[in-house]
């Protein structure tokens, strides 16, 4: 009778896979009634604020350069006083809320703004669209972190000077380093500079939970003021996700109503503890977890590397909620870095490209790996099918892969799977030893292990070197289980082996005994 495989260890719960909200959609579907109501409104409105905003910036854009006429950005900055301060909070700020006030705007300011020196710095959230900005008017123009591209940009270059802000440069490779800097500076003034305005989830999401916070307002361990933004309208034209309207729809759109309500609620400053102080991913999920109870919605690990994991899926033709991993969680619980994550989905994306729905099964699994479906992979597969459906998802795959494949691709590991190839120890293995074991171990056909050879054997010399089997190993994860398998059963079977020698000597022991008694016997007799 053969050898029975070892079952695998429980399962964690800590790992098995939640249902994953996407905060990067918007789903909103217009109905017939209300996209007639927007064409019919639109005649009407959108002409007429664009009138008025244009006439709003021809007299904010000249109040702006006299504000930032000769006033520096780099080198020793220092804040607006006087006059300047005065023509931002008072004239800028007024301006502004007329700009908002044309696009339609019905601004409902809730709770009281601290000061500078009682918190330094506003977090803002949740962050779902380009009208967000309407909250540094409300703020009365603090300081924001802006990427430096952005005062190129005509006339709303010269706004956001008047705000002066932290900036932030893509070509500068410590510029993250230098904006943290920046920030703790000013933070640190004792109130000469303005509130920093900071939106901690750092992209937009569609407001249905708060997403992970960045740590950057919160490494200077100062005080923060929690700041809510909310959009109470029957018809939700502002949200601007990753998935949804264009920002151009979304602008008509919200031109196309009679108004457009935004809440603003500035909550009590929240002063971080010794231990939050030390810790700036404690005091922001702190935070987080006192703005989400106010607005009523949940948390989750999700970043904006997932964003760039939905884009990525998009590029090769999964569904952009493929890359809905929550970067965060899994990263924290298995030490991933982004490239090894993107490399992942890669290589998901090449066993799904003709999956519908980008989710495998274990024929197209098989197929990928150039096997059989056979027990030994059965098992591999309900090691990746965490929530046992019969098909995994990337999440599943990045697990499975991590924790199940990784950890066997030590150099001793593998190194005791190629001695059990190399049958004659000499050092290299041949399609012969290779075909031979994996055939007689796993069930596969000569013709999958002729496949399988070639890949491996990277230099075509006809035998695989360690080094070869090892490279391959590495690189493609999902073979390591399979490669240590026969290490599984070649111990299984030592064990069962020595169990039997085990029962051998005792059945031995057990008839020398009875032959002992029976002499013993005849000798009273």
């Known amino acids: 009778m053969p050898p029975q495989r070892v079952g695998p260890l ?30 019919l409104l639109g005649i009407l409105l959108v ?102 591209e952005n005062l190129a940009t005509p006339i709303f270059g010269r706004f956001i000077r008047c705000l002066q802000p932290v900036l932030v440069s893509r070509q500068d490779p410590d510029s993250r380093k230098n904006t943290i800097r920046e920030i703790e500076s000013r933070a640190k003034s004792g109130g000469c500079w303005p509130q920093v305005l900071i939106f901690p989830e750092g992209t937009c999401t569609n407001r249905s939970c708060l997403i992970t916070f960045k740590q950057g307002a919160f490494i200077p ?63 922001a999920s702190t935070v987080r977890s006192v703005m989400a109870q106010a607005l009523g919605v949940p948390v989750t690990d999700h970043t904006y590397e997932d964003c760039r994991l939905m884009i990525s ?33 890669e290589s998901f994306a090449t066993m799904a490209s003709s ?3 980008g989710r ?25 099918d965490r929530n046992g459906d019969g098909t995994i998802d990337f999440r599943e795959y990045v697990i499975g892969v991590t924790i199940l494949c990784r950890p066997a691709n030590t150099e001793e590991v593998l190194r005791m799977a190629f001695k059990l190839f190399d049958t004659d120890e000499d050092e290299r293995i041949t399609r012969e030893e290779f075909t031979a074991l994996l055939r007689s171990a796993l069930g596969v056909s000569d013709l999958n292990m002729t496949k399988l050879f070639k890949e491996i054997d990277a230099d075509c010399s006809g035998f695989i070197s360690f080094h070869e089997f090892q490279a391959f190993a590495t690189s493609h994860p999902e073979y390591a289980k399979l490669f240590t398998t026969y290490l599984e059963l070649q111990r299984y079977q030592a064990l069962q082996e020595a169990v039997a020698d085990e029962e051998d000597v005792d059945d031995q022991t057990s008839c020398l005994d009875k032959e002992e008694d029976s002499t013993s016997d005849k000798k009273d007799d």
Not at 18 to 26: D, G, H, K, T
Not at 104 to 127: D, M, N, W
Not at 320 to 341: H, P, Q, Y
Request: aromatic residues 10%; glycine residues 6%; positive net charge.
């Open 10 to 39: 429980p399962r964690q719960r800590s790992l098995l896979l939640p249902a994953v909200a996407n905060p990067f959609v918007q789903d909103t579907a217009l109905s017939t009634a209300q996209i007639v109501k927007c064409v």
């Open 47 to 148: 002409p007429i604020r664009g009138i008025l905003l244009s006439l709003v910036l021809m007299v904010t854009w000249p109040v702006a350069v006299i504000t930032t006429f000769k006033h520096p950005l780099k080198g020793a900055v220092e804040p607006m006083t006087g006059w300047r301060r005065f023509m931002c909070c008072r004239v800028m700020a007024a301006l502004g809320r007329t700009y908002y006030f044309c696009m339609g705007f019905r601004v409902v300011v809730k709770g009281k703004q601290v000061s500078s020196s009682e918190a330094p710095i506003l977090a803002v959230a949740p962050h779902s669209t380009f009208f967000d900005g309407i909250v540094c008017i409300v703020a009365g123009l603090p300081s924001t972190v802006s990427r430096l």
């Open 221 to 283: 361990g100062v005080p923060v003021q929690p700041v809510l933004m909310r959009y109470p309208n029957k018809l939700d034209t502002v949200t601007w996700t990753w998935q949804g309207f264009s920002s151009k729809a979304l602008l008509l759109l919200t031109l196309s109503q009679l108004y457009t309500t935004v809440e603003i609620e500035f909550l009590p400053p929240q002063i971080p503890t010794e231990e939050e102080k030390k810790s700036p991913p404690l005091f």
């Open 313 to 345: 899926a998009g590029e090769l033709t999964l569904p952009m909620e493929a890359g809905l991993v929550e970067f965060t969680k899994i990263s924290r619980k298995l030490n991933l870095k982004w490239d090894n994550v993107k490399k992942e989905l």
């Open 355 to 357: 999956c519908h729905g």
């Open 360 to 384: 495998i099964t274990i024929d197209r699994f098989a197929a990928f790996l150039k096997l059989p479906v056979n027990p030994a992979l059965q098992e591999l597969f309900a090691l990746f």
